[in-house]
């Protein structure tokens, strides 16, 4: 998929690559977009420079009344912040709402912008808070309000030169409340039929103003410029959440795809902007959020070591790897190819359906979707490393007498995601079980015994 794989250890040398090899290169963070991309043919490049060694990007600050997120936050850094969560509801709701629990370990906020899809679940409360984007080139940076970064559908104002360095918006105030909601077609791994996100400042009851951003309704998020003028002044009754959703409809002229038609994406943006209102109105806009939530992520850091440079030198299952020839390869395709271990699967090959699920650095990963030079001093476990010794894992037990193990072929997957949901929270209850396995699919349809393995290994069963 790529021909040369680089991966600079500071930022400079990053610019400086990008200002060289411009046009034949591409960022590579997360991978969850990219490489999905790669393999479709998709925007093909020679050159894949990954940032991932940059720890300076990696960070969620709030100081000032400004949220600050790094070009390497991830939507679970987002998830798992405190400040995001409490000042900025409607994006941590969104990274909440983006695919599954391994993907969002690993995916970016700002990767989620610069692919510039409409359907992107985190442009439309960026857009709503007032966000800008600080683009970095060998030349210098400049600061690009969120509002004039989009051109069109997945085209944006970044040059081959520049990288997305950090993502800026102001901190909610008090007086302000918000939400992001979304209609898909399942309950996880969903692309938005819509998606939209409300931010109201309020003058006691009345709205002093009101942001509603629109998304998967025009080539790029639009503003809903007649209901954000309507409720200035306007007190949340039912009547003026009902006009405003009605409103909301006369800003956007969406298509018909496969995911529903014109006129039924307009009735339910008037529902939907209508029941957001009434819940901001009732306070309720937060009901629902789980605490502490799920992250398939306990945590662990990359093994010091030379940088990458074309040999990949990681440990797997607790024993040292010398791979050699992967380093245009998928993690999944070298531990299969590579290091000759086949327990995990290969399914889908876009992290749809959870089969090559492992974990890198203490983190729930598709391995399908990372490139292989990223297990470089790393460490990697496999469903092979799960058990202790010839001792299974008390969920590999469980499975057995549970009758949970069905065909076989999603279960390492299922196991190394209910494992590490386990490590992270022992006492998980259905729902967190639920959260925890959404990006895990069964082809035999059986997630009650699956379900019931991992609630009678958590005490909660």
Same mark, same amino acid.
């Given at each position: ?280 109105? +009732? *306070? =309720? ?7 502490? %939530?799920?992250? $398939?992520?306990?945590? @662990? !850091?990359? #093994?010091?070591?030379?940088?990458? +440079? *074309? =040999? ?7 024993? %040292?790897?010398? $791979?050699?020839?992967? @380093? !245009?390869? #998928? ?22 359906? @959870?089969?090559? #699920? ?104």
């Amino acid at each position: 998929m790529w021909q040369t794989y680089v991966q600079p250890t500071n930022l400079n040398d990053a610019l400086e690559l990008l200002r060289q090899r411009g046009a034949e290169a591409r960022i590579v963070a997360g991978g969850t977009d990219i490489i999905v991309e790669l393999s479709r043919g998709v925007r093909p490049t020679s050159t894949l420079i990954d940032i991932t060694a940059l720890p300076d990007l990696k960070h969620v600050r709030e100081a000032n009344g400004l949220i600050r997120l790094g070009a390497l936050a991830t939507h679970n850094d987002v998830i798992a912040s405190a400040a995001c969560v409490e000042r900025a509801l409607p994006l941590a709701q969104a990274c909440w709402e983006v695919g599954a629990p391994q993907l969002r370990t690993r995916g970016t906020v700002a990767g989620n912008l610069v692919t510039a899809s409409p359907a992107n679940d985190t442009i439309t409360p960026l857009a709503a808070l007032g966000a800008d984007v600080v683009l970095a080139s060998a030349a210098g940076e400049r600061v690009v309000p969120l509002s004039d970064f989009y051109v069109g559908v997945r085209r944006t104002v970044i040059r081959p030169d520049e990288l997305l360095r950090e993502i800026r918006f102001p901190a909610m105030a008090p007086n302000q409340r918000g939400l992001f909601l979304k209609l898909g077609l399942r309950r996880a791994q969903a692309i938005s039929v819509i998606d939209l996100a409300l931010v109201l400042t309020f003058d006691g009851e009345r709205v002093e103003e009101a942001r509603i951003t629109l998304g998967s309704l025009a080539p790029t998020i639009v503003h809903a410029g007649a209901a954000e003028s309507y409720l200035r002044g306007k007190r949340l009754d039912e009547a003026v959440c009902r006009e405003a959703g009605r409103l909301a409809c006369e800003d956007v002229r969406p298509i018909d795809d496969v995911r529903g038609s014109a006129g039924y994406r307009l009735a339910t943006l008037a529902h939907l902007v209508a029941h957001g209102m009434e819940w901001i109105a +009732a *306070g =309720t806009e937060a009901d629902g959020w789980m605490r502490p %939530p799920v992250l $398939l992520d306990t945590g @662990g !850091r990359p #093994t010091p070591g030379a940088p990458f +440079a *074309g =040999t990949i030198e990681t440990t797997i299952n607790g024993h %040292p790897y010398t $791979l050699t020839n992967a @380093g !245009r390869k #998928t993690l999944l395709n070298a531990l299969r190819e590579d290091a000759g271990l086949t327990g995990t699967k290969e399914g889908c090959a876009e992290g749809e359906c @959870g089969a090559c #699920t492992v974990w890198l650095n203490g983190q729930a990963v598709m391995s399908c979707l990372v490139p292989a030079p990223q297990a470089h001093n790393a460490t990697v476990t496999t469903i092979e490393g799960l058990a202790d010794g010839s001792k299974l894992h008390p969920l590999q037990h469980a499975f057995v007498e549970r009758g949970a193990v069905q065909c076989g072929y999603c279960i390492p997957g299922m196991l190394m995601a209910g494992a590490k949901l386990l490590e992270e929270q022992p006492d998980a209850d259905l729902d967190r079980v639920r959260a925890a396995l959404s990006g895990n699919l069964c082809r035999c349809t059986g997630y009650r015994k699956i379900f019931d393995a991992v609630l009678g290994v958590g005490g909660t069963g």
